[in-house]
């Protein structure tokens, strides 16, 4: 039997930014489908409308009639994703897609139930979901504060799930900004907050996994990365954890001792704190964050590599990381999805 290649597409949906790959020889519909993705779709023969979305960048070829589709299009504001195969990378955009293992985001009212001053300006709040709502998200994910209809602040959840339903956030202030002002006045004890989550994909979607993970954080990313490393506390998963962050100051390592503490306690967890002005009584790691992390190890090929911080931090990182040799998909952050650069 004569071999035939199969030319595979990337296909990015957003708004969720989740990556799909689809075969030549299937319609976007099926390949999602196939690979355990949740996609809206009633009759899968173009009839229904439900499959219904948009194409942003590159070219589809449409079954029905063979006809090809480019971005800019008139008929790319409304295509079928049943009847779509790709002829190149491309981004659509369809609401109500889920990758596999993805939890439905739901909006919530939760109450304030304590609030911890951390130093710097820094707190941390601890929100109540409502009980009787089931409400997953994976560790790794964040929230959006609902202000109002058009203000949202996003902030990691800097805890796990658990049974008391409560969520960690650790949030910073500057009184020179309104927005900032305003979560000041919400996060109050007693109040009640609007929140929509889980948001997110930067997230472990394998957790059994030989390979070294490396968690590196800026300020107050540092949440991410908690909730993150939290899994692997106390468990049968022995998967070596590096967590390295980096703040300007001492007294900005507002979780200095619980990470110690994580470490103290689970031989695989590995915590190093960095400093990048030190005063006179500093003893530790100074510089830059990942540079302490490149020092430290030769870092393997199949290693996975979490950036938490803001997008001029992240994408600082992951250049240096790039030009050690360090493959660009061992290498997630939720900036890559809200901040993307033009390469």
């Known amino acids: 039997m004569p071999y035939t290649s199969v030319m595979a597409y990337r296909v990015k949906i957003l708004p969720r930014h989740i990556t799909l790959s689809v075969e030549d020889h299937e319609t976007i519909l099926e390949a999602a489908l196939a690979q355990g993705f949740r996609f809206p779709y009633g009759c899968d023969a173009g009839s229904c409308y439900v499959c219904a979305g948009s194409l942003k960048s590159g070219t589809l070829n449409i079954t029905t009639d063979n006809e090809q589709i480019h971005a800019g299009d008139d008929k790319a504001d409304d295509i079928l994703f049943c009847l779509a195969k790709p002829l190149s990378d491309c981004s659509i955009f369809i609401e109500g897609v889920l990758a596999p293992g993805e939890h439905p985001m739901i909006n919530a009212s939760c109450q304030v139930t304590n609030i911890t001053p951390m130093g710097n300006d820094t707190i941390e709040v601890v929100l109540r979901l409502p009980a009787g709502k089931k409400i997953d998200f994976h560790p790794g994910q964040y929230l959006q ?199």
Not at 185 to 214: D, E, M, Q, R, W
Not at 283 to 301: E, P, Y
Not at 304 to 310: D, M, T
């Open 145 to 343: 504060v609902v202000l109002d209809e058009e203000t949202e602040c996003a902030f990691s959840i800097g805890s796990i799930p658990n049974k008391e339903r409560t969520l960690q956030l650790y949030v910073g202030f500057s009184d020179k900004d309104e927005r900032s002002r305003r979560l000041r006045a919400a996060f109050t004890v007693g109040n009640v907050v609007n929140i929509s989550l889980p948001h997110g994909n930067c997230y472990l979607k394998k957790l059994i996994n030989t390979a070294p993970l490396f968690l590196v954080a800026g300020s107050t990313g540092i949440s991410q990365i908690k909730s993150i490393a939290e899994q692997f506390v106390g468990g049968q998963n022995h998967r070596q954890i590096h967590i390295y962050w980096g703040t300007r100051t001492a007294s900005e390592l507002f979780l200095n001792d619980i990470f110690l503490n994580m470490a103290k306690n689970n031989s695989n967890i590995h915590y190093t704190s960095v400093v990048s002005e030190p005063s006179t009584t500093w003893q530790g790691r100074t510089g830059f964050v990942h540079k302490a992390m490149l020092d430290d190890h030769n870092i393997s090929d199949d290693a996975e590599i979490i950036l938490c911080g803001s997008p001029g931090m992240a994408y600082a990182v992951l250049d240096d990381l790039l030009a050690t040799g360090i493959k660009e998909q061992q290498v997630q952050s939720d900036v890559f999805d809200y901040a993307p650069r033009n390469n």
